[in-house]
């Protein structure tokens, strides 16, 4: 065969020898501070909204930032605008939120937590108007959803969806 000289063999690895890298991020490096004091954390939806329940039970003390799309969210941590987000990724009667996992593959943020919230859902409608009388609701469709089968069983025919649950309470409450 031919001889192309000595082979290369790598140098046995020691920590000594390897180049220091920083060690991968931890949730306890991001968390900062258990009560989130200094914090400005985003969420997606107005104030009153369930990711704002999160936000805070996340961090009690924390600013929260409301954001209009869960993109704007994703931006406002980017930009330094927020320190951290809070957005949902899954539910437990409506499944996995596609669009926030396609997101966190788009921007360059990483899950640092996991936050459990129990939403309860109301009805709301002007006073003296009696339940058998509603026609129609106003939601965020993940609500809608979650809801089906109480508005379908109360004759509530035609739901619209919007951005978010606590959106649909401030228009009903404008428009009222």
Same mark, same amino acid.
């Given at each position: 065969?031919?001889?192309?000289?000595?082979?290369?063999?790598?140098?046995?690895?020691?920590?000594?020898?390897?180049?220091?890298?920083?060690?991968?991020l931890?949730?306890?490096?991001?968390?900062?501070?258990?009560?989130?004091?200094?914090l400005?954390?985003?969420?997606?939806?107005?104030?009153?909204?369930?990711?704002?329940?999160?936000?805070k039970? $996340?961090?009690?003390? =924390? +600013?929260?930032?409301?954001?209009?799309?869960?993109?704007?969210?994703?931006? *406002? @941590?980017?930009?330094? !605008?927020?320190?951290?987000?809070?957005?949902?990724?899954?539910?437990?009667?409506?499944?996995?939120?596609?669009?926030?996992?396609?997101?966190?593959?788009?921007?360059?943020?990483?899950?640092?937590?996991?936050?459990?919230?129990?939403?309860?859902?109301?009805?709301?409608?002007?006073?003296?108007?009696?339940?058998?009388?509603?026609?129609?609701?106003?939601?965020?469709?993940? $609500?809608?959803?979650? =809801? +089906?089968?109480?508005?379908?069983?109360?004759?509530?025919?035609?739901?619209? *969806? @919007?951005?978010?649950? !606590?959106?649909?309470?401030?228009?009903?409450?404008?428009?009222?």
């Open positions: 065969g031919e001889d192309n000289g000595p082979a290369a063999v790598p140098a046995p690895f020691s920590r000594d020898s390897a180049i220091a890298l920083p060690r991968p931890t949730s306890a490096d991001l968390m900062g501070e258990a009560s989130g004091e200094g400005r954390v985003a969420y997606q939806g107005c104030p009153g909204a369930y990711s704002e329940a999160a936000a039970k $996340a961090y009690p003390s =924390c +600013e929260t930032v409301p954001c209009e799309y869960f993109e704007t969210a994703f931006q *406002a @941590v980017e930009k330094w !605008a927020a320190d951290r987000a809070v957005l949902p990724l899954e539910n437990s009667l409506g499944g996995s939120i596609h669009r926030n996992y396609d997101l966190l593959l788009r921007h360059r943020l990483h899950i640092v937590g996991e936050v459990r919230l129990a939403v309860r859902h109301c009805l709301l409608a002007n006073r003296g108007v009696k339940i058998e009388n509603l026609r129609s609701a106003m939601s965020h469709p993940q $609500a809608l959803a979650q =809801c +089906e089968q109480t508005l379908t069983q109360l004759g509530i025919e035609h739901r619209e *969806a @919007v951005d978010d649950t !606590a959106g649909a309470a401030k228009e009903f409450r404008t428009s009222s």
